[in-house]
């Protein structure tokens, strides 16, 4: 039976509300559980419904830095974060069937695909092969998968301005066919010597150093 409480002249105050049965706190958690085991199998999108396409450098704290929380985005990271075809292969299939609606990519300062030419890179691969490149297979479980009439050094990419890295990887990702056209695509490069973001292009050093 509710509680009653009277004043001094006898009248009724407020009944005390009832308490919640134990079980339906104890349901909300087992459900949460098998959500969150089971979150592919029951199509249920990251928190976020977000997918971050990042370089793979130590020093990026990518969850810190876009303010995520375990859950809330897919996080596919590679050397220079650049958008290659696997990236494109893991975006298709999150926008078109884990309802993921935004994209963004992360590249940074002092990124060590800038720290090598080109001729260097490759040489460095022929060492490891001892010989000739051409009969290495760029994905064993699919060995007939080659980059045509394209040099290694194309599809090793290399980054001259990291800048502009950022922004082509962005339009990558925009105008690629399997990609819907209402995700949303945004990309920042993350400057390690600051440990903030910015967006690509807007390098705030080189507008606060000089005399207007």
């Known amino acids: 039976m509710p509680h009653h409480t009277h004043g001094s002249d006898g009248a009724h105050e407020h009944d005390e509300p009832e308490a919640g049965h134990v079980h339906e706190s ?6 949460a559980r098998d959500d969150w085991a089971r979150r592919r199998r029951k199509g249920i999108p990251t928190d976020k419904q977000l997918l ?30 650049k958008v290659t075809d696997d990236v494109i292969r893991s975006a298709a299939l999150t926008t078109q069937y884990f309802d993921t609606t935004e994209i963004i990519v992360v590249n940074h300062t ?5 720290s090598a030419s080109d001729e260097d890179v490759i040489e460095g ?3 490891a092969v001892d010989g000739d490149l051409d009969d290495v297979d760029l994905d064993p479980a699919l ?14 990419r ?3 301005d990291i800048d502009a890295a950022c922004a082509a990887q962005v339009e990558y990702l925009e105008n690629h066919d399997l990609i819907p056209d209402d995700v949303s695509v945004t990309g920042y490069v993350y400057e ?12 705030v050093a080189e507008q606060v150093n000089e005399r207007v």
Do not use: K
């Not at 020093?59 to 303010?67: F, H, M, Q, S």
């Open 143 to 156: 060995p007939e998968l080659n980059i045509g009439d394209a040099s290694l050094a194309e599809w090793v």
């Open 52 to 81: 971050v396409v990042a370089c793979m450098d130590e020093r990026i704290p990518v969850e810190d830095a876009l303010g995520l929380s375990l859950g809330d985005a897919q996080i596919y990271r590679n050397a220079g974060g």
């Open 158 to 160: 290399m980054t001259d």
């Open 192 to 203: 390690v010597e600051s440990g903030h973001l910015r967006r690509p292009g807007e390098r």
């Open 26 to 31: 104890v349901d909300e958690g087992v459900d």
């Open 110 to 114: 002092d990124c060590g695909m800038m």
């Open 125 to 127: 691969f022929e060492a």
